[in-house]
């Protein structure tokens, strides 16, 4: 630190004790960061360490063999991805439509009011209770059986909310004006949502909705009565087929068989988080472009 | 009064948002082809008479109204469909509000969403209403760059030509020059008066000289009422109420 002379003013006691005040607080706000950083970090770093050894083009590629002690995480990997699609496919529209015509159509009343409420609340609500909710409507009341239909059906569910959010967010920013002005123009409701408003929310739609996707890819507990297998080394044919998938697989083996090695366990982790930073990068990737594209 | 060669009329109309009431039983006459001026003080209820003409008023859900209000003799609030009258009676805003989209496409946004999808007929469309805006000429080489890298001034033009490209009958202006530059906003006039052989149009301003250089006959609004309404020379020289000449000689407002 520089010091200069002839500071009167900032001499005075009130004057120092403001500068101490901001030093601690810069400090501990620095010291907060630096911990969050550090966690995460470690967390990486650890999996990293144990599990790339465990990376090989067999273990991607190849069925699990041995009772899982050996072989790769093919199905599990390719399971969690038809899962991921097909809740994108069943939340997406629905979401958006919902968040459309809560901002769009839908007047400020009380029942409005609850409704977003409810939704709100939803976000609220444990996965493993979803999981449950899941296993009572689609596995058994709607005789889907365990498949990958009731598994994204129970996670499109429980990511509804963060999408409902996020796109009744972003279509909220858009500004009053340009609406107006579609208006205006003589267009009606749907078409100014359809060629000014939808367009310009679309970067956080998307952002939103690959979040809130990436979360459900990690999640164990909605899936584990609705979809998971144990030990399926065959992919699934159709919807209505178990498959295994990585967040169930991981827990298997880390908990339920003994004798498994180290690399065999991180490097699922690994391949776990890597796939869902994938899908958190795309996101941010996604907003880049898409506001290089458009500005106001 | 109705007069039968009017082009747009309005009868008794009073407006309010929520409770409180923003117009007060306005009657007055739009004729064909004249430019009629609207003039008052902050809060006198000229904009929302304007957005009365074109049913933009009633996108507040606050928004209610009594009274008629007639386009070719026929009732805009009951006759005639919310689009139907704002393609047919169009609006320029205060401040100049290109779309996020390219000067070609905020052109043709109204004709497309009137369903018009032949490209010739479009670039018909475009270059007609960018020539009536006298804007033609500045952006002729960069119809699909962002309309936003427009000048305000530009912008604003923008902004008439594509009210012009709906082919409407009335153009309602309000306060087109509010943001504008004396050298823009006399760019802005002079398309006005070009237009006046076409169009019937209503210009809310709050600038008492630009109604005396643009309109042909000038409406005084005070506090949700018309106080007077006379031809433009008439007004300017012999107001009747002393409102309007407190008003005129800048006493308040």
Redo the contacts between chains.
Sequence with gaps: MRTRPAQNTAATPHWRRARAVQRVAFVALGLSTGLVAVTSLVVVGIILARGAGGLSWEFLTAMPAKGMRAGGIFPAIVGTLELVGLTIAFALPMGVASAIYLTEYA??TWVTRLVRLAIVNLSGVPSVVYGLFGLGLFVIFCRFGTSLLAGALTLAIMTLPVIITASEEALRSVPM????????????RW?TVR??VLP?AVPGIMTGTILGISRAAGETAPILFTVAAFYLPRLPQSVFDQAMVLPYHLYVISTQIPNIPQTQRYGTALVLVLLVLALNLSAVVLRARFRRR??? | MVASDAKMAAQEWSVWYGATQALRAITLDILPREILGIIGPANSGKTSFLRSLNRMGELNPRFRCAGRIWLDGKDLYQGLDSQQVRCRVGIVFALPLPLPLSIRENVVYGPRVRGIRDRRRLDQLLEQSLRAASLWDEVKDRLDLPAMRLSGGQQQRLCIARTLAMEPEVILFDEPCSGLDPISTAKVEETMVQLKSRYTMVLVTNNTKQAARVSDRVAFFLMGELIELDRTGVMFTTPRDSRTNDYLTGRFG
């Design positions: 007047a400020d004006s340009f609406r107006e002005v579609s208006h205006s123009l003589g267009a009606s078409q060629h000014t310009l458009r500005q106001w």
